[in-house]
């Protein structure tokens, strides 16, 4: 089926972002809010036109909001599907049970997406483009499942099935306990000297960048998951405490850094992929109009793929250094190819 009509029940971040993404494919959307101010502005963003029958409706409210909307939302609209976007899924599974809708129409769902900014006006129809979209199909009717799938294609995500338990243990570790580490560390610079914060670096902002995240959504999906939470924060607690025994014996700091970066090397490449070895190809340019398009032409040219990129640049610094993540086979290609047609390029490293 072709999804024609999707109500949305949730103007925040979440919400409108499927609601853009959504209205760019030409579907029917119709944004609801509790918050008057927050479902204007969403329906001002996403400016469609619905038709009358709805397909699909998405609960895309905070965790605490589901529970409440189960029975009018199922009583209003009785031949839709249903889903939420919840970071939890084991707690609305269960308040699904409690009520009216028959847990057959309804699909828990997490999209792996977000941002430290919440509401509407942080809302972008790209927000899912590569991400994982986690859904658990056990019991659920096959036209719901379609039309979730219909959804999570047109967004650009892909669809991962993953029992609602297995879920929130993985989101416990990859998501939840990250937050709180962030918000941990946060809090050790509350009453810091201002002079010493104003030293901070990329390092430092990095790593407390999602400590800016919504304290009132952050406390429903940190207690609604407790349960997962608790042991990852215990064994984190033991390597802290192990660490503060060992701080002057060089070796144990070197093993803690160096287990640190075996854990970093795990997370999956772009778009959830299986991780890749890149090959990094430094190319420097010089600080004049058109020269990024050219470089992006030549690597056209010589057919390689890039993966990422980095640039360093300071204002006006007359060269700078372009970074480019390739294959090895690609990098070797790309460079043999701009040396013969008179660019900088340097030694490519692993």
Not at 5 to 32: D, E, P, Q, Y
Not at 60 to 79: I, Q, R, W
Not at 114 to 134: K, N, P, Y
Request: negative net charge; contains cysteine.
């Amino acid at each position: 089926m072709t999804l024609s009509h999707v109500r949305i029940v949730g103007s925040g971040l979440i919400g409108t972002s499927i609601g853009l993404g959504l209205a760019l494919k030409g579907v029917g959307v119709t944004m609801v809010d509790s918050d008057g101010r927050a479902q204007s502005l969403a329906r001002d963003l996403v400016k469609s036109s619905p038709s009358a029958d709805i397909d699909l409706t998405i609960f895309a409210t905070p965790l605490g909001a589901v529970k409440s909307l189960l029975d009018g939302e199922f009583s209003a609209n009785p031949h839709s599907a249903f889903i939420d976007i919840g970071s939890v899924k084991s707690k609305v599974k269960v308040e699904v049970s409690t009520s009216s809708m028959p847990l057959n129409r309804f699909l828990p769902t997490h999209p792996m997406a977000g941002r430290e900014m919440g509401g509407a006006e942080s809302a972008r129809a790209d927000l899912f483009q590569g991400r994982a979209w986690i859904v658990d199909s056990q019991g659920v009717d096959s036209d719901v499942i379609a039309r979730a799938s219909e959804l999570i294609e047109f967004l650009g995500a892909h669809k991962v099935d993953l029992d609602s338990s297995e879920h929130d243990k993985a989101v416990a570790l990859i998501s939840h306990l990250p937050q709180l580490v962030s918000s941990l560390l946060a809090k050790q610079l509350d009453g810091g000297e201002a002079g010493w914060l104003e030293l901070a670096g990329a390092g430092l902002r990095d790593t407390t960048r999602i400590a800016a995240s919504d304290a009132k959504l952050w406390r429903e999906i940190i207690t609604a998951n407790s349960q997962a939470i608790k042991p990852l924060l215990e064994k984190l607690q033991s390597d802290v405490g192990a660490l503060i025994g060992s701080l002057d014996d060089e070796s144990s700091v070197a093993q803690v850094i160096e287990e640190g970066q075996r854990g970093r090397a795990r997370i999956p490449g772009k778009h959830g992929g299986k991780a890749r070895e890149y090959t990094y190809l430094p190319i420097v340019i010089e600080d004049k109009p058109g020269q990024l398009a050219a470089l992006f032409d030549e690597c056209a040219t010589a057919g390689v793929n890039v993966e990422d990129l980095s640039i360093e640049h300071s204002p006006g610094q007359f060269t700078g250094l372009i970074t480019l993540a390739l294959s090895q086979m690609d990098a070797e290609k790309l460079g043999d190819h701009l040396k013969a047609h008179g660019w900088s390029v340097h030694s490519p490293r692993r």
